[in-house]
């Protein structure tokens, strides 16, 4: 079976403790999405160092991560980066962008992204689908999905949909063109790293706010359907259930 070059757009390195026992955010996600597809080439590009495929076709699609950084940050990479998101949007190659990267490509195409005054939004939690696509194969009703965010998708570009909502994040997931999807979750974060994380962030949490997130570690997630979403958007062949 052909080997899939997948170019993932590396936009933050793992907290160094948090590294130390979960890796680098290329070997997570590497180890994450071995769950649902082993055909995979990594082709790892640190966007934060100004490493940016030379064209369009140098991969079969693309994965934008996190990043502690906001979309809408003073950094010398930002605009390069958004800059390749409108290529990528106008050509045939398929792009998904996570958290940072769902903002960052929303923001790119016309959309708004800010601080939401909701507060933080962190630990396991569902949304409702609200609209069905069929690279999502049997529809359901919601999916819980591990989350770490302050910023949202406040105003959608014009002519995206969102699929998925709470009243939390109205924008959770999008399709913000035919080759182009974002989701503001995690699926590549285990409920440990979750944990962990949730830790770290504990002195900026209000504290109804942390114990809710620690509460919410136990829930049990839908990381594996909603990788398989991603491959399948993609064009990756998934594993066998």
């Not at 999405?33 to 966007?47: C, G, H, K, P, R």
């Not at 965010?149 to 959770?172: K, Y």
Request: hydrophobic fraction near 45%; glycine fraction near 8%.
């Amino acid at each position: 079976m052909p080997r899939y070059r997948l170019g993932f757009l590396l936009c933050d390195h793992a907290i160094d403790v948090l590294a130390e026992r979960h890796g680098d955010y290329p070997e997570m996600f590497a180890t994450a999405f071995a769950e649902v597809s082993d055909t995979i080439d990594w082709l790892v590009y640190d966007v934060t160092a100004g490493e940016l495929p030379s064209a369009v076709d140098e991969c079969d699609g693309y994965l934008i991560s996190g990043s502690r950084h906001g979309a809408y940050d003073c950094l010398a990479w930002i605009a390069p980066l958004s800059d390749f998101v409108r290529l990528v949007a106008t050509s045939k190659r398929p792009l998904v962008g996570l958290c940072f990267g769902h903002q960052l490509i929303a923001q790119a195409l016309g959309g708004t992204v800010r601080k939401s005054d909701k507060g933080w939004g962190i630990g396991i939690r569902s949304y409702l689908i609200a609209a069905h696509a069929d690279w999502m194969g049997v529809p359901v009703d919601s999916i819980t999905l591990p989350v770490c965010h302050q910023d949202q998708v406040l105003m959608l570009p014009p002519a995206a949909t969102r699929l998925a909502s709470s009243a939390h994040c109205e924008n959770f997931m999008v399709h913000f063109a035919p080759h182009v999807l974002g989701i503001q979750g995690h699926p590549e974060f285990a409920p440990a790293f979750v944990g962990e994380l949730v830790e770290w962030r504990r002195e900026k949490l209000p504290e109804t706010t942390y114990h809710d997130a620690r509460e919410s570690i136990a829930k049990s997630h839908d990381n594996r359907m909603v990788k398989r979403w991603i491959m399948q958007f993609l064009g990756i062949p998934v594993l066998d259930q």
